[in-house]
């Protein structure tokens, strides 16, 4: 465990490097940059997941979720293909 400066109220605070944590006397957050970083990047990861075409809702019917799992497994399964597909066409010079 550590002391981190606020960035608002200016003053030290025990700290044990956990992005929430917040200080003990103004209550602002001790993450800064790493926090606000943090929030938009896990905004964007659910953005990003619920665009994914078989992205499974709990408003979907069960056809609808049934297609979408099986859309997800023949996916992964042509993902699969093509990246072995490459993997060989790069190992044929060597």
Request: proline share 3%; charged share 25%.
């Amino acid at each position: 465990m550590g002391e981190k400066k606020c960035y608002s109220c200016g003053k030290w605070s025990s700290w044990s490097k956990q992005i929430y944590e917040t200080c003990e006397h103004c209550d602002a957050p001790l993450g800064g940059k790493d926090l606000e970083y943090h929030l938009i990047r896990e905004k964007e990861t659910k953005a990003n997941e619920e665009k994914w075409i078989f992205f499974i809702k709990e408003t979907d019917s069960p056809f609808v979720r049934n297609a979408k799992i099986v859309g997800n497994f023949f996916y992964t399964i042509y993902m699969a293909i093509i990246t072995f597909l490459v993997w060989l066409i790069a190992m044929m010079p060597g």
